[in-house]
């Protein structure tokens, strides 16, 4: 069964940065679309990159020039590499993906179990 396993999230000082990888976890077909959430404290979920399978990238307004996102498909696996981090940035950070299992299959919608990152000042 796949899986999306993130990792990387930690402590870190303000200005300092922090990459969060995100892997599948068994061999699989195809994924399209990858994307990274976050849950700040008290805070809906929010969308804060995007990388497609042609490898456009999208950001939320509020990391874009510190964030960026990218694929390695050979490794089924998106990085999130952040910089400048700021207190504002403290939140569980999920990867989300479109996969498709097998050739026959249809493609779903997958999450990872999230990973904390705390950024202090």
């Known amino acids: 069964q796949v899986q999306l396993v993130e990792s990387g999230g930690g402590l870190v000082q303000a200005g300092g940065p922090l990459r969060l990888p995100c892997a599948a976890s068994?061999?699989?077909?195809?994924?399209?679309?990858m994307r990274w959430y976050r849950r700040a404290p008290g805070k809906e979920r929010a969308l804060v990159a995007i990388v497609t399978s042609g490898d456009r990238t999208n950001y939320a307004d509020s990391v874009k020039g510190r964030f960026t996102v990218s694929r390695d498909n050979a490794k089924n696996t998106v990085y999130l590499q952040m910089n400048s981090l700021s207190p504002e940035d403290t939140a569980v950070y999920y990867c989300?993906?479109?996969?498709?299992?097998?050739?026959?299959?249809?493609?779903?919608?997958?999450w990872g179990q999230g990973t904390q990152v705390t950024v202090s000042s």
């Open positions: 068994a061999p699989l077909f195809s994924i399209n679309a």
């Open positions: 989300n993906a479109l996969i498709q299992v097998r050739s026959d299959s249809a493609t779903f919608r997958y």
